[in-house]
């Protein structure tokens, strides 16, 4: 037990200490944590709302009404669409929508891994590539979508499924376009926006709400929220038992609670000014890189993360060690056309976390000026990490 304690407090030391640049990282706040630990981890609550397998679990069907109501709410959603609040994760959560609209076999249009897709939309070692037919879309070659491109394979594909968002795409997704792709070939349309949540609920990127059949999200990332996920869907679909029992037994409702405090959180005016300075730094970091002369995919960002391509620079594998030594954590990443997922070309920064940390334009040439030093220069990342502990002393999470 003791080790298990010194463990949570050398973590709780480290994110103090580290500057967080994973953008699909972020920091939960004490209500969200607590949630998390309370007893609702206790209560077994198969099924769905006053619709248990299991006795006792009054105070879990008021909980999971509460947390639908706000998730809704969150995207100003109106009766046409249900949430399904019990799914575990984001990988789950899409599979969970494959295995509910879909039968084996059939076919799957969505973005490849390396033009920035994730590896649940059917990547070749998910397991989504075994049951589905699937086919992949890209990016041009300045990284941007080309919608054009994606009707001409949609059209020769007939997909029954297309599904649109990224995990590492630092432009703004156009879901009207990607909507009328699949009307046109009589396609459900699955709109992933796992990274951009808590844009799209502060205006801060276009929304898939108007144009999608499909859309789930993490609950981390942007939300601020706990490492979870959940699935809004028109309520003709059979979404809900492609979860439980088709993917899944009883909920997390201790998670539950926490998304539910997540969302209430996200519906505050604070939140769409944080939204807001997410957007700003990303933007600020990517221009103060630029100046430093780093190449980014797409020459810049709409959103909150940035992918630099490494080829004719460092090795990224190197890169994420070099920062990862200086306390500054910045993951590798594929970028387009890129040969291997585990020694890909880029790496990958976003701005939640550090903005959460209240961190502004400032901080973000500071960050810059650091990764110049360590990748470009050269210097010593030990060097550098003093500066990086006395910046987190001065915002502290």
């Not at 405090?261 to 604070?270: K, L, R």
């Not at 980014?296 to 909150?304: F, R, S």
Request: charge should be neutral; charged fraction near 25%.
């Amino acid at each position: 037990m003791k080790e298990i304690l010194n463990l949570i407090k050398e973590e709780e030391r480290y994110q103090q200490e580290t500057i967080d640049l994973i953008p699909s990282e972020n920091y939960a706040s004490q209500n969200v944590l607590n949630a998390c630990g309370s007893v609702f981890m206790n209560r077994y609550s198969e099924g769905e709302i006053n619709k248990r397998y299991y006795p006792g679990n009054k105070n879990v069907d008021i909980l999971e009404d509460l947390c639908k109501t706000k998730a809704k709410k969150l995207f100003k959603l109106d009766e046409s669409w249900d949430v399904n609040v019990q799914t575990l994760s984001g990988t789950p959560a899409n599979l969970a929508v494959y295995f509910g609209l879909l039968e084996p076999s059939d076919k799957i249009l969505s973005m490849g891994l390396t033009s920035g897709g994730h590896l649940s939309h059917g990547h070749k070692v998910n397991i989504s590539s075994k049951i589905y037919e699937i086919h992949h879309y890209g990016v041009n070659k300045d990284g941007f979508l080309d919608y054009e491109e994606i009707s001409k394979i949609a059209n020769e594909t007939k997909p029954k499924l297309i599904v649109c968002g990224a995990t590492a795409y630092s432009r703004v997704i156009d879901f009207k376009k990607f909507s009328e792709i699949a009307k046109t070939n009589d396609s459900y349309l699955l709109a992933d926006i796992s990274h951009i949540a808590g844009l799209v609920s502060a205006d801060q990127h276009p929304s898939p709400f108007p144009y999608a059949d499909v859309v789930t999200t993490t609950t981390h990332k942007t939300l601020r929220g706990p490492r979870s996920a959940v699935i809004y869907f028109k309520k003709d679909l059979k979404v809900n038992r492609a979860v439980f029992p088709g993917m899944q037994g009883g909920p997390h409702e201790n998670t539950i609670a926490a998304k539910a405090i997540a969302f209430h959180d996200a519906m505050q005016p604070e939140f769409k000014i944080y939204q807001k300075n997410i957007v700003k730094n990303a933007k600020e970091l990517a221009k103060h890189l630029i100046n430093k002369g780093f190449d980014l995919v797409t020459k810049g960002t709409d959103n909150h993360l940035i992918l630099i391509d490494l080829t004719n620079t460092i090795d990224a594998m190197k890169a994420q060690d070099l920062l990862e030594q200086a306390n500054i954590l910045a993951n590798r990443n594929t970028i387009p056309n890129d040969k291997s997922c585990f020694y890909p070309s880029g790496l990958r920064l976003g701005t939640p976390a550090v903005s959460s940390r209240n961190m502004k334009e400032a901080e973000m040439e500071i960050i810059a000026n650091m990764i110049y030093r360590i990748l470009i220069k050269k210097e010593n990342p030990l060097d550098v990490k003093q500066e990086v502990l006395d910046l987190c002393k001065k915002f502290p999470i």
